[in-house]
């Protein structure tokens, strides 16, 4: 017995001497800095808004330019700084297993179809949620190794780097949003939102989706709280609209945040901060030598796996990525095409005017599905015009082109076959698609 209670004992002494090593890097020592960092920064200047977070609760803030104008900055100051949500995208996923070394592992794979280009060029964040799922945050690698550099340089190391629109309050069941320059961030859950353009006297057609989206999956919010509103914003017309209840708060937003930590941290694996790994390797070296065991067995297997699944989706995820960039060439990180593509069109429509489910957007939306459904069909071109959608395809034969046919159908669309013909590679088909009145029932 007494050689057990030695054992334990040498075993739960790193777990204390880990806690002790965080206490003296100064994860609870000195002030907290909170930087909101602006869009395309710090390629592009803009202002930047801090607040500094002191041990009795005083907490100055204000606006700088460049990071060195802030005041009061030391070597102790711990920095937390929220990223643009327009270079981030936050998704969700569910994975079989809660190993934090397997789910690293799997993450690029199980969010592939919703990828373009390599996942090697993007970094993968995750959260896990009360009911299993991960909330995922996925961002360019060379825009976070940007936002770390450009800190570095100021002689900032941060903590955390959050998508600014967790930054906005959790108001019980209900969404809160935030006008900020020209965009609405808006954040539905604890770890999750999107950002969509501006509009003050009618909501956005992305934010009308996605409540409709969310009553259809019976996730609908109880209301929305709408922060800092701009002037001429009508509450009223808002619940009309969007069928909710519309309160507002004219409180600036993230300087008035509860929340101890970020809802979702961007440093993690290789960007972890460096005093935190220092502190727990001594921990972690068991786990690693586990991993290694663990992956000299399966990631031959793994490997065949994913690599088939890869060059099953190589030739769609090209074409995709091609008719994005020529349709959108100012768009500089391209992450899920659909979303994107979603987003900008939603802006346009805007901009000129109310949507209806003619409309390109919602067409778009209504015909994803099938396309991502449908591994054998290649969409080759598309058009719009007199609130009907033409696509032109490749599919394999005659059969698959039927049913592709039949699933546009079941989606309450109007198909049109205009041309089918057949070539050594298959048939070349052009499709003409409307919405009927029972779409999106």
């Known amino acids: 017995m007494a050689k057990r209670q030695v054992s334990l004992a040498n075993r739960v002494r790193p777990f204390g001497q880990m806690l002790q090593r965080l206490r003296q890097a100064g994860l609870r020592q000195g002030n907290t800095l909170e930087l909101l960092l602006p869009r395309g920064w710090p390629e592009s200047h803009g202002i930047i808004h801090w607040r500094l977070r002191g041990g009795a609760g005083v907490a100055p803030h204000g606006q700088v330019t460049e990071l060195n104008q802030i005041p009061g900055v030391g070597a102790m100051t711990r920095v937390h700084a929220w990223t643009p949500p327009s270079e981030t995208l936050l998704t969700r996923v569910t994975l079989p297993t809660r190993s934090r070394a397997k789910i690293q592992q799997a993450l690029p794979y199980a969010l592939e179809d919703q990828l373009i280009g390599e996942p090697d060029h993007l970094?993968?964040?995750?959260?896990?949620?009360?009911?299993?799922?991960?909330?995922?945050?996925?961002?360019?690698?060379?825009?976070?190794?940007?936002?770390?550099?450009?800190?570095?340089?100021?002689?900032?190391?941060?903590?955390?780097?959050?998508?600014?629109?967790l930054a906005l309050p959790l108001i019980g069941g209900s969404w809160s949003t935030a006008f900020h320059e020209d965009e609405i961030w808006v954040r539905t859950g604890p770890a999750s939102g999107f950002v969509c353009a501006a509009g003050a006297g009618t909501p956005p057609s992305m934010l009308e989706t996605a409540v409709r989206e969310a009553r259809e999956k019976q996730v609908a919010p109880q209301g929305l709280t709408v922060m800092?509103?701009?002037?001429?914003?009508?509450?009223?017309?808002?619940?009309?609209?969007?069928?909710?209840?519309?309160?507002?708060?004219?409180?600036?937003?993230?300087?008035?945040?509860?929340?101890?930590?970020?809802?979702?941290?961007?440093?993690?694996?290789?960007?972890?901060p460096s005093s935190q790994i220092q502190a727990m390797a001594p921990a972690l070296r068991p786990a690693a030598i586990m991993l290694a065991v663990w992956l000299v067995g399966s990631l031959g297997f793994n490997l065949w796996e994913w690599w088939q699944l890869k060059k099953t989706h190589e030739n769609l995820r090209q074409e995709m990525t091609s008719l994005f960039k020529r349709t959108f060439p100012d768009a500089q990180v391209v992450v899920d095409p659909a979303l994107q593509m979603q987003r900008l069109i939603g802006d346009m429509q805007d901009k000129g005017g109310k949507s209806s489910g003619a409309d390109m957007l919602p067409l778009l939306g209504n015909i994803a599905p099938v396309i991502q459904a449908s591994?054998?069909?290649?969409?080759?071109?598309?058009?719009?015009?007199?609130?009907?959608?033409?696509?032109?395809?490749?599919?394999?034969?005659?059969?698959?082109?039927?049913?592709?046919?039949?699933a546009f159908t079941a989606r309450g669309m109007q198909v049109e076959v205009i041309g089918a013909n057949s070539t050594p590679g298959g048939i070349e088909g052009r499709l003409r698609l409307g919405q009927t009145s029972k779409a999106g029932t």
């Open 228 to 272: 800092q509103p701009p002037s001429g914003f009508d509450p009223n017309a808002w619940a009309t609209q969007l069928d909710l209840p519309v309160q507002t708060q004219k409180q600036e937003f993230w300087t008035n945040r509860h929340e101890s930590t970020p809802a979702l941290n961007l440093l993690q694996g290789a960007y972890a």
């Open 375 to 406: 591994p054998q069909l290649k969409l080759r071109g598309m058009q719009y015009g007199e609130t009907r959608l033409t696509l032109d395809i490749t599919l394999p034969d005659f059969q698959t082109m039927e049913t592709v046919k039949n």
């Open 123 to 165: 970094h993968f964040a995750y959260r896990i949620l009360d009911d299993a799922s991960l909330a995922v945050a996925i961002t360019a690698r060379a825009r976070l190794q940007a936002w770390i550099s450009r800190l570095a340089d100021a002689g900032l190391r941060p903590i955390s780097l959050c998508p600014a629109e």
